[in-house]
């Protein structure tokens, strides 16, 4: 059993940064998947990004590619999405998921209550 606690949301301006964590609850965490997703209001949920247990070959999705970043510290039981030149169609809740391979990913077993990040033009 994994729970999922999401951090780091907030209000920004059109291309400021901001960094989102997740702590991790469990003593298998170093072994999940992890990812980022994101849902805007009157959107369904989609997917961010992706990194395996072993913190390589992170995944991400077109619109977020060159500006996000995945990173996991499994010591920490904490995964991070940082997040750089943040436009206002990344407003959204954002929700941190887990599974137990990265095949899985898209379809996680666990999610966290998601935290919210409202960027303004």
């Known amino acids: 059993q994994v729970q999922l606690v999401e951090s780091g949301g907030g209000l920004v301006q059109t291309g400021g940064s901001l960094r989102l964590s997740c702590a991790a609850s469990g003593r298998t965490f170093s072994t999940y998947a992890m990812g980022w997703f994101r849902q805007a209001p009157g959107k369904e949920r989609e997917f961010v990004a992706a990194i395996r247990w072993t913190g390589g070959s992170p995944d991400y999705a077109d619109s977020v590619k060159g500006r996000f970043t995945i990173s996991r510290h499994n010591a920490k039981n904490t995964v991070y999405l940082q997040m750089n030149s943040l436009k206002p169609e990344d407003t959204a809740i954002y929700y941190c998921?887990?599974?137990?391979?990265?095949?899985?990913?898209?379809?996680?077993?666990?999610w966290g209550q998601g935290t919210q990040v409202t960027v303004s033009s």
């Open positions: 998921a887990a599974a137990r391979t990265i095949v899985t990913i898209k379809s996680p077993g666990y």
